[in-house]
């Protein structure tokens, strides 16, 4: 039985290289898939991942019918036995409807990929439209550890390293220090306190902090 199935978790937890190894070993038995993406951070039509992989992707850009996309693509003799969507929170609600209808109409797999809550811990309206219509959804297994090593299930925005909750809900960007605006895995403790690794640090070093004992900061009152 075809099914769509959501796998969902944090940035920076392994979707895409899980969305490319899918697409490797199927393609390895000589099966065809059909790859979308949306403003992935390599560039237009690319899903790429962290460890270096990365491959071409039809864009599905705001309006674009991935249903319509397939079923032109089957009618003119061409071939999908599977379909992947990464960054599917950035699709729209109706895309995601598109693809429920893929699974139920056209018979194909479907397997989305995406972080399922934004900067705010909100839900992003195609991750709440996936939660509400797949067949299954999948937590990765590979945890993202927020900076006190505790399970990151929320991500914060950051500009100079602070954690942000004002601005656009979509930002393309990366978890790397390396750009003035970010992103960051938090747990949700963290989240809630707008603590970030570089504000963690700076009230460490901060005089009017009481010195931490030698329980480290998973014992401290942070
Ligand atoms: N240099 C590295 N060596 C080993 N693993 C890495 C390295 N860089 C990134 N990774 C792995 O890649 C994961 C991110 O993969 P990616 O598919 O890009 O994540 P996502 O799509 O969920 O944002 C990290 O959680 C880590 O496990
Ligand atoms: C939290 C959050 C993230 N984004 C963007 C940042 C990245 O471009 C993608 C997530 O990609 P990843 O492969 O899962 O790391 O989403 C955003 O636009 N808004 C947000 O609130």
């Known amino acids: 039985m075809p099914e769509l199935v959501f796998f969902s978790g944090t940035m920076d937890c392994g ?68 379909v992947i969507a990464d960054e599917a929170q950035f699709l ?15 018979e194909l797999d479907v397997f989305a990929f995406g972080i399922t809550t934004d900067f705010r811990s909100k839900l992003f309206p195609g991750s709440q439209r996936l939660v509400e219509l797949a067949d299954r959804i999948e937590v990765l297994q590979v945890e993202a550890l927020c900076w006190c090593g505790a399970r990151a299930t929320h991500n914060a925005r950051t500009v100079g390293g602070r954690m942000v909750v004002e601005g656009a809900q979509v930002v393309v960007g990366d978890v790397d220090a390396s750009s003035d605006i970010g992103y960051e895995v938090l747990c949700r403790r963290h989240h809630r306190r707008r603590m970030t690794a570089a504000s963690a640090r700076a009230a460490a070093l901060s005089p009017d902090v009481l010195p931490v004992d030698a329980g480290g900061v998973r014992g401290s009152a942070v």
């Open 92 to 106: 729209a609600p109706e895309q995601i409807d598109q693809l429920a209808r893929v699974v139920d109409d056209l």
């Open 15 to 82: 979707k895409s290289t899980l969305a490319l190894q899918i697409e490797h070993n199927r393609s390895a038995r000589g099966l065809q898939g059909m790859i979308f993406t949306r403003d992935d951070r390599a560039g237009e039509g690319k899903l790429s991942s962290r460890l270096g992989l990365v491959t071409d992707a039809v864009e599905a850009a705001e309006g674009f019918d991935l249903y319509a996309h397939l079923v032109e693509t089957l009618s003119q003799g061409g071939r999908c036995d599977y």
